[in-house]
Protein backbone atom coordinates (compact mmCIF):
# COMPACT_ATOMS: atom_id res chain seq x y z
CA UNK A 1 0.00 0.00 0.00
CA UNK A 2 1.55 2.92 -1.04
CA UNK A 3 1.22 6.40 1.32
CA UNK A 4 -1.33 9.00 0.44
CA UNK A 5 0.36 12.30 -1.68
CA UNK A 6 1.19 14.96 0.64
CA UNK A 7 -1.55 18.20 0.57
CA UNK A 8 1.06 20.49 -0.59
CA UNK A 9 2.44 17.70 -3.18
CA UNK A 10 -1.10 18.18 -4.60
CA UNK A 11 -1.21 21.66 -4.58
CA UNK A 12 2.04 21.89 -6.32
CA UNK A 13 1.40 19.55 -9.15
CA UNK A 14 -1.75 21.25 -9.77
CA UNK A 15 0.05 24.86 -9.85
CA UNK A 16 2.60 23.40 -11.95
CA UNK A 17 0.35 22.82 -14.57
CA UNK A 18 -1.75 25.46 -14.13
CA UNK A 19 2.19 27.31 -15.19
CA UNK A 20 3.23 25.56 -17.52
CA UNK A 21 4.95 27.16 -20.23
CA UNK A 22 2.30 26.57 -22.94
CA UNK A 23 -0.14 27.80 -20.46
CA UNK A 24 1.61 30.56 -19.22
CA UNK A 25 2.78 31.92 -22.85
CA UNK A 26 -1.21 30.77 -24.58
CA UNK A 27 -2.26 33.77 -21.53
CA UNK A 28 0.14 36.26 -22.28
CA UNK A 29 -0.42 35.74 -26.50
CA UNK A 30 -4.30 36.43 -25.63
CA UNK A 31 -3.64 39.51 -23.71
CA UNK A 32 -1.18 41.42 -26.05
CA UNK A 33 -3.34 42.08 -28.45
CA UNK A 34 -5.75 44.41 -25.75
CA UNK A 35 -2.50 46.36 -24.94
CA UNK A 36 -2.41 49.99 -26.62
CA UNK A 37 -2.68 50.54 -29.19
CA UNK A 38 -5.01 48.28 -29.50
CA UNK A 39 -6.23 46.13 -32.71
CA UNK A 40 -9.24 45.23 -34.56
CA UNK A 41 -10.31 41.82 -33.33
CA UNK A 42 -7.64 41.52 -30.12
CA UNK A 43 -9.52 38.01 -28.95
CA UNK A 44 -9.12 36.56 -32.74
CA UNK A 45 -5.58 37.70 -32.86
CA UNK A 46 -4.65 36.36 -29.37
CA UNK A 47 -6.54 33.03 -29.71
CA UNK A 48 -4.88 32.49 -33.25
CA UNK A 49 -1.86 32.87 -32.17
CA UNK A 50 -2.07 31.11 -28.65
CA UNK A 51 -3.46 28.17 -30.81
CA UNK A 52 -0.21 28.43 -33.22
CA UNK A 53 2.30 28.80 -30.76
CA UNK A 54 1.62 27.06 -28.19
CA UNK A 55 -0.78 24.40 -28.63
CA UNK A 56 0.34 23.03 -31.74
CA UNK A 57 4.03 22.23 -30.46
CA UNK A 58 2.46 20.49 -27.01
CA UNK A 59 -0.20 18.21 -28.87
CA UNK A 60 2.44 17.26 -31.43
CA UNK A 61 5.13 16.73 -28.57
CA UNK A 62 2.72 15.30 -27.01
CA UNK A 63 1.55 12.41 -29.17
CA UNK A 64 4.75 12.11 -30.82
CA UNK A 65 5.65 11.20 -26.47
CA UNK A 66 2.68 9.08 -26.21
CA UNK A 67 3.68 6.99 -29.45
CA UNK A 68 7.37 6.47 -27.65
CA UNK A 69 8.86 8.32 -30.94
CA UNK A 70 10.76 10.90 -29.24
CA UNK A 71 12.22 8.39 -27.00
CA UNK A 72 12.98 5.96 -29.48
CA UNK A 73 15.02 8.71 -31.99
CA UNK A 74 16.67 10.67 -29.74
CA UNK A 75 16.87 9.20 -26.04
CA UNK A 76 15.46 11.98 -24.15
CA UNK A 77 13.01 14.64 -25.79
CA UNK A 78 14.97 17.69 -25.68
CA UNK A 79 13.63 21.56 -25.98
CA UNK A 80 15.31 21.37 -29.29
CA UNK A 81 12.57 20.06 -31.21
CA UNK A 82 10.15 21.89 -29.57
CA UNK A 83 12.09 25.67 -30.48
CA UNK A 84 12.54 24.15 -33.77
CA UNK A 85 8.89 23.87 -34.47
CA UNK A 86 7.82 27.09 -32.26
CA UNK A 87 10.09 28.71 -34.50
CA UNK A 88 8.57 27.83 -37.58
CA UNK A 89 5.23 28.80 -36.29
CA UNK A 90 6.25 31.89 -34.59
CA UNK A 91 7.40 32.62 -38.17
CA UNK A 92 4.41 31.82 -39.88
CA UNK A 93 2.59 33.76 -37.37
CA UNK A 94 4.59 36.97 -38.16
CA UNK A 95 4.29 36.84 -41.04
CA UNK A 96 0.09 37.09 -41.29
CA UNK A 97 0.61 39.67 -38.65
CA UNK A 98 2.36 41.53 -41.31
CA UNK A 99 0.22 40.65 -44.32
CA UNK A 100 -2.71 41.25 -42.55
CA UNK A 101 -1.90 44.65 -40.36
CA UNK A 102 -2.19 42.80 -37.05
CA UNK A 103 -1.46 44.11 -33.46
CA UNK A 104 2.58 45.02 -33.30
CA UNK A 105 2.35 44.13 -29.31
CA UNK A 106 1.39 40.57 -30.60
CA UNK A 107 4.97 40.21 -32.62
CA UNK A 108 6.24 41.82 -29.95
CA UNK A 109 5.56 38.79 -27.14
CA UNK A 110 6.24 36.23 -30.20
CA UNK A 111 10.05 37.91 -30.33
CA UNK A 112 10.44 37.84 -26.56
CA UNK A 113 9.03 33.92 -26.50
CA UNK A 114 11.57 33.00 -29.13
CA UNK A 115 14.34 34.91 -27.48
CA UNK A 116 13.58 32.29 -24.01
CA UNK A 117 13.25 29.72 -26.21
CA UNK A 118 16.87 30.33 -28.05
CA UNK A 119 18.49 31.00 -24.27
CA UNK A 120 17.59 28.57 -23.05
CA UNK A 121 18.92 26.29 -25.44
CA UNK A 122 22.00 27.67 -26.35
CA UNK A 123 22.47 28.15 -22.48
CA UNK A 124 22.00 24.20 -21.95
CA UNK A 125 25.07 22.67 -21.76
CA UNK A 126 27.35 25.35 -20.13
CA UNK A 127 24.27 27.43 -17.47
CA UNK A 128 21.44 24.75 -17.88
CA UNK A 129 18.05 27.10 -17.65
CA UNK A 130 14.62 25.52 -16.15
CA UNK A 131 12.59 26.32 -19.11
CA UNK A 132 9.14 26.64 -17.01
CA UNK A 133 11.23 28.98 -14.75
CA UNK A 134 12.13 31.06 -17.63
CA UNK A 135 8.78 31.96 -18.71
CA UNK A 136 7.58 32.42 -15.39
CA UNK A 137 10.35 35.37 -14.94
CA UNK A 138 9.88 36.31 -18.74
CA UNK A 139 6.14 36.59 -18.46
CA UNK A 140 6.23 38.52 -14.95
CA UNK A 141 8.13 41.18 -17.15
CA UNK A 142 6.18 41.30 -20.51
CA UNK A 143 3.04 41.52 -18.41
CA UNK A 144 3.37 44.95 -16.99
CA UNK A 145 5.36 46.40 -20.35
CA UNK A 146 1.99 45.52 -21.95
CA UNK A 147 -0.67 46.43 -19.85
CA UNK A 148 0.67 48.41 -17.42
CA UNK A 149 -0.52 48.05 -13.40
CA UNK A 150 -2.88 45.32 -14.95
CA UNK A 151 -0.14 43.50 -16.05
CA UNK A 152 1.59 43.50 -12.36
CA UNK A 153 -0.77 41.01 -11.40
CA UNK A 154 1.78 38.66 -12.75
CA UNK A 155 4.52 39.29 -10.52
CA UNK A 156 3.77 36.71 -7.78
CA UNK A 157 4.05 33.65 -11.12
CA UNK A 158 7.71 33.24 -10.12
CA UNK A 159 7.02 32.77 -7.03
CA UNK A 160 4.18 30.07 -7.18
CA UNK A 161 6.07 28.37 -9.85
CA UNK A 162 9.23 28.19 -7.79
CA UNK A 163 7.41 27.44 -4.88
CA UNK A 164 5.72 24.24 -6.93
CA UNK A 165 8.99 23.31 -8.75
CA UNK A 166 10.78 23.11 -5.22
CA UNK A 167 8.16 20.66 -3.62
CA UNK A 168 8.17 18.63 -6.87
CA UNK A 169 12.23 18.88 -6.49
CA UNK A 170 12.75 19.78 -10.46
CA UNK A 171 15.91 21.94 -9.07
CA UNK A 172 17.28 23.92 -6.11
CA UNK A 173 15.80 27.35 -5.38
CA UNK A 174 19.17 28.97 -6.13
CA UNK A 175 19.01 27.71 -9.66
CA UNK A 176 15.11 28.44 -10.41
CA UNK A 177 15.45 31.83 -9.25
CA UNK A 178 18.33 32.35 -11.61
CA UNK A 179 16.45 31.14 -14.43
CA UNK A 180 13.40 33.16 -13.56
CA UNK A 181 15.35 36.13 -13.72
CA UNK A 182 17.31 35.39 -16.78
CA UNK A 183 13.47 34.68 -18.14
CA UNK A 184 12.52 38.38 -17.19
CA UNK A 185 16.11 40.19 -18.50
CA UNK A 186 15.83 38.03 -21.98
CA UNK A 187 12.19 38.00 -22.61
CA UNK A 188 11.05 41.34 -20.88
CA UNK A 189 14.34 43.06 -22.62
CA UNK A 190 13.47 41.67 -25.81
CA UNK A 191 9.84 42.57 -25.75
CA UNK A 192 10.50 46.63 -24.35
CA UNK A 193 12.80 46.84 -27.24
CA UNK A 194 10.66 45.90 -29.50
CA UNK A 195 7.89 47.82 -28.36
CA UNK A 196 9.83 51.00 -28.06
CA UNK A 197 10.66 50.64 -31.99
CA UNK A 198 7.20 50.16 -32.90
CA UNK A 199 5.51 53.07 -30.77
Given at each position: ?43 A ?16 L?W ?32 I??A ?25 R ?8 V ?11 L????G ?48
Amino acid sequence: MTAPEHPGVRTARAAAVLLSPALVWAVVLVLAPFAPPGAEHPLAWGLGAALLVCAVPWAVLAWLGRRGDLRRRTGRPGLAPLAVGSAALMYGTLRIIRAWHGPLTLAAVLFAIFAGYAAVVLARRRLPLHWPAVTWGGAAAVLPLLLGLPGLLALPLPAAGIWAAAVLRRGTAAALAGSVLAGGAVCGGTCVLLLQAVR
